[in-house]
């Protein structure tokens, strides 16, 4: 299966260059990965330049996790971020998203020194 880069998963979310929006769908048609770097930078992305809020960013996520021609990595794990970030959004998916990437490579406690990551389930305030 072929992956995508971010400017691809960007184009797809916001739809904002007709050209290249064409160009994504028309790879990804057969299927694409997506990894969790492309992922979180995307959102990255799409929260600092494009100022999506944390609810249009769960939004994206949720879209990316159903779209029928992409497979993410992990989608678990990826669902699972996911939960986190809409309880609470002030975290950033992408704490969100490593803390379930150590929780599912068996690698608990996932120490930080932030005060939000620290209260979920999992990581520890150092």
Partial sequence: ??????NVLVR?????????????EAFIATGAWVSHLVLAETLWVLASVYNLDPTAI????EMFLNHR???LQDADVVAAALVHFRKRPKLGFSDCLMLEVARKAGHLPLGTFDRELSKLDGAQRL
Avoid: C, F, P
Wanted: charged content about 25%.
């Fill in 69 to 71: 021609e992409l497979s």
């Fill in 12 to 24: 797809l979310a916001t739809r904002d260059d007709a050209k290249q929006v064409a160009a994504a």
């Fill in 1 to 6: 299966m072929r992956a995508v880069d971010t």
């Fill in 58 to 61: 769960a939004t994206a996520v």
